[in-house]
């Protein structure tokens, strides 16, 4: 049974930072792709990052590019997003998944290329 849980989130002041975790289990994790997706309240869930399996290629939402860095331990069979420069528009619930292949499927962006997902962990920025 594979289970993906977040840990990480909390309540920042815009400009401050955190670091997301998850760790996933009951799949072999070093074999997939893994991605981080958010969603706030009233819209869709958008694409945040995605890190192929061997840790080597990464892609990142433009809203995120130069102030988000995903990596992964596959030693440990975790995915962080740590998250600099926070903004309140980064406030949203942030969902970790994993990729059905090694690689992040194009578009990377597009939920229905992952199949487990976690339950999610809360970010609120406020200014």
């Known amino acids: 049974q594979v289970q993906v849980v977040e840990s990480g989130g909390g309540l920042v002041q815009a400009g401050g930072s955190l670091r997301l975790s998850c760790t996933a289990s009951g799949l072999t994790f070093d074999s997939y792709a893994m991605g981080w997706f958010r969603q706030a309240p009233g819209k869709e869930r958008e694409g945040v990052s995605c890190i192929r399996a061997s840790g080597g290629t990464t892609y990142y939402a433009a809203s995120v590019k130069g102030r988000f860095t995903i990596s992964r331990d596959n030693a440990k069979n975790t995915l962080y997003l740590q998250m600099n420069s926070l903004k309140p528009d980064d406030t949203a619930m942030y969902y970790c998944?994993?990729?059905?292949?090694?690689?992040?499927?194009?578009?990377?962006?597009?939920?229905?290329?992952?199949?487990?997902w976690g339950q999610g962990t809360q970010v609120t920025v406020y200014s």
């Open positions: 998944a994993t990729n059905a292949r090694e690689i992040c499927l194009a578009p990377w962006s597009n939920p229905k290329y992952y199949n487990y």
